[in-house]
């Protein structure tokens, strides 16, 4: 079933860059709404399980170590269409290869620090949500 929520966060190299308030005022320009939000740090079991579909992958120990390094923004956002249209709105996972006017075009360094994640299914959002919020914690 289609939802109309997606959740995001706005990376370590993001954060450490002072990107917080451009990347939301993107994010709020484009017309999601934020129902909920908090800045917080991942923990080495954190970040295995959140990322734990890419285990096998060879640059999973850079991908924990990455995201565990100092703080994120974690935000639910909503919208109509919101998984495909955030997706659309952060671009490529590598920012050489991301549209122009895309998040990551404008603030990733490579395909490894991107700035920010969003969710690749109404499932996976879903998950991905419940991971970091608990329901009293969403609006
Ligand atoms: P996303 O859905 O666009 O975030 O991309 P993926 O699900 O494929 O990968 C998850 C995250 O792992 C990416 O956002 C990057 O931070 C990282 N990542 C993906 N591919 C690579 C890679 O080739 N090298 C490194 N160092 N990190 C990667
Ligand atoms: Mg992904």
Known sequence: MATNRTF???KPDAVEKGHIGAILEKINASGFRIVAMKLTQMT?????????????????????EYM??????AAILEKDNAVEDFRTLIGATNPAEAAEGTIRKLY????????????DSDENAAIEGA????????F
Do not use: C, W
């Open 8 to 10: 995001t966060m706005l």
């Open 44 to 64: 080495q079991a954190d970040a295995e399980a959140f990322y734990a579909i890419h285990k096998e992958r060879p640059f999973f120990g850079e991908l924990v």
């Open 68 to 73: 565990t390094r100092g703080p994120i923004v």
């Open 108 to 119: 990733a360094a490579s395909i490894g620090e991107n700035a920010v994640h969003g969710s």
């Open 131 to 138: 991971f970091h919020f608990s329901g009293r914690e969403m």
